[in-house]
């Protein structure tokens, strides 16, 4: 029989327990918990139902937004939550930020950078976009970067054996260094910038016409002298050196091919008076 009459259109009457505790009649008794093992069911982590919650009660615990209890970004968030229209929107603003940026970029480079082929083919349009907005009166680069190709020679008046003064012919002495550092991947200090930094040291302190304009005007003869007399020091001379002539090549760097930009590749020449060696010279020499 049923708990209740379904018949009778009353309202359903349930079956109170029996005294004691006892069930009702025709009810199952109740399994001994002692004896009850939990069923191997996968994914279980409680036998207590009063601990276990559904997927619908999650679901309805979750915050707006695509995330979870814990805060992380459920797997449908981000872009691919949107439909491919907004999809592809996105996509195209980011692009459009990204060129933008670059753009910005290479454009106060050229700002700021020393003067170049580039900078003077474009220099309209990267004055039309710095300025008024964007101007910068710092400078990144050296001031006055070397855009010059400048090449050191030297050559001795040698005293032969026999008494004989004879002239040696012009050394290129930036191409041996140049050849030092070529394919060398740990080049030295002197390789790269003795010469060239005593050039620039001499013609820092002297005047076109090779007259001294300050004190270390001396230091910087004794000084690019000496180099030349190590130089020579290496060549097979046959004799004594007593004199020693400097001179520089310098040539302007070319411009790239796609530039229009003209400029004269002739070399230009500045020689240096003849030096005598003197004993100090030799003692710092033969060191």
Same mark, same amino acid.
């Given at each position: 029989?049923?708990?209740?009459?379904?018949?009778?259109?009353?309202?359903?009457?349930?079956?109170?327990?029996?005294?004691?505790?006892?069930?009702?009649?025709?009810?199952?008794?109740?399994?001994?918990?002692?004896?009850?093992?939990?069923?191997?069911?996968?994914?279980?982590?409680?036998?207590?139902?009063?601990?276990?919650?559904?997927?619908?009660?999650?679901?309805?615990?979750?915050?707006?937004?695509?995330?979870?209890?814990? *805060?992380?970004?459920?797997?449908? *968030?981000?872009?691919?939550?949107?439909?491919?229209?907004?999809?592809?929107?996105?996509?195209?603003?980011?692009?459009?930020?990204?060129?933008?940026?670059?753009?910005?970029?290479?454009?106060?480079?050229?700002?700021?950078?020393?003067?170049?082929?580039?900078?003077?083919?474009?220099?309209?349009?990267?004055?039309?976009?710095?300025?008024?907005?964007?101007?910068?009166?710092?400078?990144?680069?050296?001031?006055?970067?070397?855009?010059?190709?400048?090449?050191?020679?030297?050559?001795?008046?040698?005293?032969?054996?026999? *008494?004989?003064?004879?002239?040696?012919?012009?050394?290129?002495?930036?191409?041996?260094?140049?050849?030092?550092?070529?394919?060398?991947?740990?080049?030295?200090?002197?390789?790269?910038?003795?010469?060239?930094?005593?050039?620039?040291?001499?013609?820092? +302190?002297?005047?076109?016409?090779?007259?001294?304009?300050?004190?270390?005007?001396?230091? +910087?003869?004794?000084?690019?002298?000496?180099?030349?007399?190590?130089?020579?020091?290496?060549?097979?001379?046959?004799?004594?050196?007593?004199?020693?002539?400097?001179?520089?090549?310098?040539?302007?760097?070319?411009?790239?091919?796609?530039?229009?930009?003209?400029?004269? +590749?002739?070399?230009?020449?500045?020689?240096?008076?003849?030096?005598?060696?003197?004993?100090?010279?030799?003692?710092?020499?033969?060191?």
């Amino acid at each position: 029989m049923d708990a209740y009459d379904k018949g009778t259109g009353d309202e359903p009457v349930p079956e109170t327990a029996a005294p004691g505790g006892a069930a009702p009649e025709g009810a199952a008794a109740p399994a001994d918990p002692a004896s009850e093992t939990a069923p191997a069911t996968s994914g279980a982590t409680s036998a207590d139902p009063a601990l276990s919650v559904g997927a619908d009660s999650l679901d309805g615990a979750r915050p707006p937004g695509g995330r979870g209890l814990s *805060g992380s970004p459920s797997a449908a *968030g981000g872009l691919t939550a949107l439909t491919l229209p907004y999809q592809l929107a996105a996509a195209l603003v980011l692009a459009l930020v990204a060129v933008v940026g670059a753009v910005h970029l290479g454009m106060v480079f050229l700002h700021v950078a020393p003067s170049n082929t580039a900078s003077r083919e474009y220099g309209e349009a990267v004055d039309g976009w710095i300025y008024p907005e964007f101007e910068q009166n710092w400078k990144l680069f050296a001031p006055n970067p070397l855009q010059q190709n400048v090449a050191v020679h030297a050559r001795a008046k040698v005293r032969s054996e026999d *008494g004989e003064l004879r002239t040696t012919g012009w050394i290129n002495l930036s191409a041996q260094d140049g050849a030092a550092i070529d394919g060398n991947l740990l080049p030295s200090h002197t390789q790269q910038n003795e010469l060239r930094r005593a050039w620039d040291f001499y013609n820092g +302190s002297h005047t076109s016409e090779n007259v001294s304009n300050g004190l270390r005007g001396d230091l +910087s003869e004794r000084y690019l002298r000496r180099i030349a007399l190590l130089r020579f020091d290496r060549e097979p001379l046959g004799g004594t050196v007593e004199r020693i002539q400097l001179r520089s090549s310098t040539t302007l760097v070319q411009p790239p091919k796609w530039s229009a930009e003209k400029v004269d +590749s002739k070399a230009s020449l500045r020689e240096l008076p003849w030096w005598s060696i003197t004993p100090r010279d030799r003692e710092v020499s033969d060191r």
